[in-house]
């Protein structure tokens, strides 16, 4: 008997700790797609070409930033068994491609 109960409490850490893995995933997710939005606005309020061009670098970044978590959250979705993420896609969706 206690060895069940051993089992079935290692269990549900392992679901606890999946689930607060994927809850980091998506507050990263959700960092990064705050960050380039607003680089976006700046990037939108600038009119000088030269700080311009460094606004549109960074945003760049920014959006790769954005890429790389959602690749992460993914990866952490697909691993506790999500394999559909048309609503990752809309929740989150990319940031565009700036010139």
């Not at 290692?10 to 960092?31: D, F, M, N, S, T």
């Not at 952490?76 to 990752?88: P, S």
Request: glycine share 6%; net charge positive; proline share 4%.
């Amino acid at each position: 008997m206690k060895r069940r109960e051993g089992f079935e409490r290692l269990e549900q850490e392992i679901v606890k700790e999946k689930a607060a893995a994927l809850g980091r995933a998506g507050e990263r997710l959700e960092a990064a797609l705050a960050e380039a939005q607003a680089l976006g606005l700046a990037l939108d309020a600038e009119a000088e070409p030269g700080r311009r061009a460094a606004r549109l670098r960074e945003y760049e970044a920014a959006r790769q930033r954005a890429a790389s978590a959602r690749t992460m959250l993914l990866i952490q979705r697909e691993a506790i068994g999500l394999r559909h993420h048309r609503v990752v896609d809309q929740q989150f969706p990319e940031p565009p491609r700036r010139s």
